[in-house]
T-cell receptor
Framework: DQQVKQNSPSLSVQEGRISILNCDYT??????FLWYKKYPAEGPTFLIS?????DKNEDGRFTVFLNKSAKHLSLHIVPSQPGDSAVYFC?????????????FGTGTRLTVIP | EAGVAQSPRYKIIEKRQSVAFWCNPI?????LYWYQQILGQGPKLLIQ????????DSQLPKDRFSAERLKGVDSTLKIQPAKLEDSAVYLC?????????????FGPGTRLTVL
């Protein structure tokens, strides 16, 4: 049972434009959400996170939006750069339970075209 | 700061053989995680340690998988005997602790191929 879903396996965007990556979840107990970026032959690296008490978190070119009622979050990258080309994973956890283990989506491969 | 180290990076074995993976977390990180990532899927948690105690191993196939974290630092994950469906990348991650939201830092992974 996939509790975190990324329905777009791939996305191509022109350099300088906005990239929007989407993620849906089913478990209403999730209270902390993260985005990870993964290059080939490397482990995922943390990008940005958001707590369920917020609806937006911004860090430079990266902004994550959370819509709890729709159980949906999105990652906006603007402007997109060729170095952003990677696989992006959405992840969620139930921090209140103390476990902090992450449930990952299947990933979206972003290609930024120069 | 040194990152999470894993070895080997690649391993090819035949089914029914045994294999072991090693992980050295970031210094000072109390929590260590092992994930399995099958091709085309996201990482799935196998086991989580807090220091040398197991916090969550609900998704670890205990009939063939085992893991330990002696002295609360390094960890090993073992598969015995391996099956074809165990072919995956095995990722180790660590975080400061599991009691508050802390980002998890991942190692490069070990790619296992079972023939």
């Amino acid at each position: 049972d996939q509790q975190v879903k990324q329905n777009s396996p791939s996305l191509s965007v022109q350099e300088g434009r906005i990239s929007i990556l989407n993620c849906d979840y089913t478990n209403s107990m999730f209270d902390y959400f993260l985005w990870y970026k993964k290059y080939p032959a490397e482990g995922p690296t943390f990008l940005i996170s958001i707590s369920s008490i917020k609806d937006k978190n911004e860090d430079g070119r990266f902004t994550v939006f959370l819509n709890k009622s729709a159980k949906h979050l999105s990652l906006h990258i603007v402007p997109s750069q060729p170095g952003d080309s990677a696989v992006y994973f959405c992840a969620a956890s139930t921090v209140q339970t103390g476990a902090n283990n992450l449930f990952f989506g299947t990933g979206t491969r972003l290609t930024v075209i120069p | 700061e040194a990152g999470v180290a894993q070895s080997p990076r690649y391993k090819i074995i035949e089914k029914r053989q045994s294999v072991a993976f090693w992980c050295n977390p970031i210094s000072g990180h109390a929590t260590l995680y092992w994930y399995q990532q099958i091709l085309g899927q996201g990482p799935k948690l196998l086991i989580q340690f807090q220091n040398n105690g197991v916090v969550d191993d609900s998704q670890l196939p205990k009939d063939r998988f085992s893991a330990e974290r002696l002295k609360g630092v390094d960890s090993t994950l073992k598969i015995q005997p391996a099956k074809l469906e165990d072919s995956a990348v095995y990722l180790c991650a660590s975080s400061l602790d599991s009691l508050v939201p802390h980002e998890q830092f991942f190692g490069p992974g070990t790619r296992l191929t079972v023939l």
